[in-house]
T-cell receptor, first 112, second 113 residues
Framework: EDKVVQSPLSLVVHEGDTVTLNCSYE??????LLWYKQEKKAPTFLFML????IEKKSGRLSSILDKKELFSILNITATQTGDSAVYLC????????????FGQGTRLTINP | SAVISQKPSRDICQRGTSLTIQCQVD?????MFWYRQQPGQSLTLIAT?????????ESGFVIDKFPISRPNLTFSTLTVSNMSPEDSSIYLC??????????FGPGTRLTVL
């Protein structure tokens, strides 16, 4: 059965800290790994990763994929209170079912 | 990226009634999906909305409970039928872009009393 596991489930840090969120997966016919930020209802797209070792970067956020070890990390540097959210990792498959398989999410809280 | 709108944004409904959620996209998209997020849980795919044909449902979801329409490439509806408190969730429509990125609408928060 396809599985996506995120860690930690919850993280509390101070503003300015750097955080690393983890996502490991066991999915047949892997196609892509996606990261989302969810603050209220709608997940906001952050990154899609398909190739190992190529870092994707957007401002203070960056992410990288390791297809050999089956995991991805999301880094946030110089955290701000506005980064407080649930961060979701999802994996898409190349064939068969079109669904994304989601992890349980990491709840990140940034204290001032 | 395409702009996705959903309505209603939230609703409180009585047990046994039905609610239809609308999803509108500002450009034509091939792949549209409906997801559910129950309280404290992650997202689960309900079905893929196929234009011009019946939706494809995931295991555990049936057409009688969650009928879906997709009359064209920019619009879809999801109906939650004969609601019970267990149907209280956030319902999200989603689309896949040409480059395989997947985006979500603003969501509908449903509470069933």
């Amino acid at each position: 059965e396809d599985k996506v596991v995120q860690s930690p489930l919850s993280l509390v840090v101070h503003e300015g800290d750097t955080v690393t969120l983890n996502c490991s997966y066991e999915v047949t016919n892997f196609r892509s790994l996606l990261w989302y930020k969810q603050e209220k209802k709608a997940p906001t797209f952050l990154f899609m990763l398909t190739s190992s070792g190529i870092e994707k970067k957007s401002g203070r956020l960056s992410s990288i994929l390791d297809k050999k070890e089956l995991f991805s990390i999301l880094n946030i540097t110089a955290t701000q209170t506005g980064d407080s959210a649930v961060y979701l990792c999802a994996v898409g498959r190349r064939q068969g079912a079109q669904k994304l398989v989601f992890g349980q999410g990491t709840r990140l809280t940034i204290n001032p | 990226s395409a702009v996705i709108s959903q309505k209603p944004s939230r609703d409180i409904c009585q047990r046994g009634t039905s609610l239809t959620i609308q999803c509108q996209v500002d450009s034509q998209v091939t792949m549209m999906f409906w997801y559910r997020q129950q309280p404290g849980q992650s997202l689960t795919l309900i079905a893929t909305a196929n234009q011009g044909s019946e939706a494809t449902y995931e295991s555990g979801f049936v057409i009688d409970k969650f009928p879906i329409s997709r009359p064209n490439l920019t619009f879809s509806t999801l109906t939650v039928s004969n609601m019970s408190p267990e149907d209280s969730s956030i319902y999200l429509c989603s689309l896949r872009s040409f480059w395989d990125e997947q985006f979500f609408g603003p969501g509908t928060r449903l509470t069933v009393l």
